[in-house]
């Protein structure tokens, strides 16, 4: 897909300074990449506390071979 966008050159020089990516469609395919991944994260984090157990339940005897 081609999209014009507006971005800070001295942002993108710095970028591409600290990147191993030779183009700047690399380095912006790369920080989407990373920006979609941590979103990801942070939704899983969000999960964190709230799954309810039942009183009964016995997690060693899970781990237990029958």
């Known amino acids: ?3 014009n ?3 800070d050159e001295k942002l ?3 970028a ?3 990147s191993d990516y030779s183009t700047v469609n690399l380095l912006i ?3 989407l ?3 979609i991944q941590r979103r990801k994260q942070l939704k899983v984090l969000e999960l964190f506390g709230t ?4 009183e009964n339940y016995d997690y060693k005897q899970q781990r ?3």
């Open 33 to 35: 990449h990373e920006y």
């Open 16 to 18: 591409l300074a600290l």
């Open 1 to 3: 897909m081609l999209t």
């Open 12 to 14: 993108l020089e710095e």
């Open 51 to 54: 799954i309810d157990y039942k």
């Open 29 to 31: 395919e790369a920080a």
């Open 64 to 66: 237990k071979k029958i």
């Open 5 to 7: 966008i507006n971005i």
